[in-house]
């Protein structure tokens, strides 16, 4: 894991060469990523049979415990994963809603029309990779939190490399994705793993009952409705923070470690994230 990790903070700071790092420093960094990379490949095979052996490592598959749940359980879960996909599919109406053009969601966006098109400019094509990067890592906008527009940014990346460089002129399916996979998927993410946390699905009018009064507290729907903003992203990095802490169970394990950067990410994303942090500590 510490390998892992290792190797993948080895890459990223290649990539910062281009922008934060001197690039004296890419040849050293580059190896120093290979040899990592090269290593975790050679313990694999030398130690093939021990991995054929044993399952994966529990903080690799992050929910699990789910895998193990009884057949009425499991019932239950489907039932919840139905209803979520319902209220998802229930907003994409009213989240179609003020973006028939661009005076029309200009005129009545908000701080949406504000967001938009620092979104938009992390897309436009640079002529060198540093620029292009700049673009998207350096974007001088970050009192919404960086993995915000990350996820933004992934939410809209196929109508990118479908539509071209005019994208942005595509306002009626961009917000409606961003809308629905930025305010409301997170939402219903977080009241699901809520009623796990509570119930552990054993009941299931309970269950169903309680998740479908957390997605209608009125403070939910009205966040779901025509709300492209990063609450919904916070709320879930918190109540992720919560589940690791819950399954760590004071073991100091990876689930702990988990929730370190559940905590890390609620925090660059809202300052709600650091009621957590004491929790952590």
Known sequence: FAGLLLALLSSGAFLFTWLLFPALLRPLVALLAVA?????????SAYRLNFAQKSWPSYLRMFAGWKTLSA?????????????????????????????????????????????????????????????????FIYEDYHYGYPFYVLSALAVLPVRLLGG?????????????????ISVLPMILSALLLVYMLTRLKSRFYSIALFVFLLFIPGVVKY?????????????????????????????????????????LASSTRLLGFFCGLAVA
């Open 36 to 44: 990592l990379f090269s290593s975790l490949v050679s313990l694999r």
């Open 72 to 136: 009425a359980r499991r019932t239950t879960l489907g039932i919840l994963a139905v209803l979520g996909l319902i209220y998802f599919l229930a907003f994409v109406p009213v989240n179609l809603l003020n973006t028939e053009s661009a005076h029309v969601f200009h005129y009545n966006s908000g701080d949406e029309g504000i967001i938009y098109p620092i979104l938009m400019e992390m897309f436009v094509p640079e002529e060198t990779l540093t620029a292009q990067l700049y673009r998207a």
């Open 165 to 181: 460089v005019d994208f942005a002129q595509q306002i009626r399916i961009n917000m409606l994705l961003l809308r629905q996979f």
């Open 224 to 264: 779901n409705v025509l709300f492209w903003h990063p609450d919904s992203l916070a709320i879930l990095f918190v109540v992720l923070t919560l589940y690791f802490l819950q399954r760590d169970d004071f073991r100091f394990g990876h689930h702990w470690m988990l929730a370190a950067i559940a905590c890390g």
